[in-house]
């Protein structure tokens, strides 16, 4: 048997990284995941500036049977974030100074209030009458929530953040803009802890 073939035959008999799921249910596809964790390893180890923790936010993989469970790596994705914004916000306290740096997260924040001052039921575009949208009552609670904690220090994890889930509905917000407004909610988050 050639080498290459017992290399091969002995990585599908690695323990998977993660949970998997059964019966009818679908997770995210094992390579796609190990690929991806793999490549951020490598970029986080070597110290390059290649991969940033918006690549992590924003890394999707296609849903297979006997896939990895999502919440699992969907949890060891957000501690990748992590460090990633960590080391992110490291170099740019030392290439800023942090006063420059926190008033670069101040505006940073500023603008996503701004935002979200907007009226209720108005703050993003909509969709056409007949296309689907998230669900705009329940984008607008977790808005207030992300004012409340970015004006008034109320309690919001980056977690809670991350799995925002909407309902779809006709005439809704457009997802692309919500979104971004969340993953920029989540840049601000990771920048000041």
Same mark, same amino acid.
């Given at each position: 048997m050639p080498e290459s073939d017992v290399r091969a035959g002995a990585e599908d008999e690695r323990p998977p990284a993660f949970p998997l799921v059964t019966g009818r249910e679908k997770g995210y596809h094992r390579v796609a995941v190990d690929t991806?964790?793999?490549s951020a390893r490598a970029a986080f180890e070597d110290d390059r500036d290649d991969f940033a923790a918006e690549d992590v936010r924003v890394a999707s993989?296609?849903?297979?049977?006997?896939?990895y469970s999502i919440p699992e790596v969907d949890a060891a994705l957000g501690r990748v974030?992590?460090?990633? =914004?960590? $080391?992110?916000?490291?170099?740019?306290? %030392?290439?800023?100074?942090v006063e420059k740096w926190v008033a670069q997260a101040r505006a940073e924040a500023q603008v996503i209030l701004d935002h979200l001052a907007r009226e209720p039921h108005h703050r993003f575009a909509r969709t056409g009458i007949?296309?689907?949208?998230?669900?705009?009552?329940?984008?607008?609670?977790v808005a207030d929530r992300i004012a409340a904690y970015l004006r008034d220090g109320a309690p919001l994890t980056v977690e809670q953040v991350r799995s925002a =889930?909407? $309902?779809?509905?006709?005439?809704?917000? %457009?997802?692309?803009?919500?979104?971004?407004?969340?993953?920029?909610?989540?840049?601000?988050?990771?920048?000041?802890?």
């Open positions: 991806f964790l793999e993989f296609p849903l297979v049977r006997n896939g974030e992590d460090a990633f =914004a960590a $080391r992110a916000r490291e170099r740019a306290v %030392r290439s800023l100074g007949l296309t689907f949208g998230y669900r705009i009552d329940e984008v607008d609670h =889930a909407f $309902r779809m509905q006709r005439g809704g917000y %457009r997802e692309e803009q919500v979104d971004a407004l969340l993953d920029a909610t989540v840049e601000v988050m990771l920048a000041v802890r």
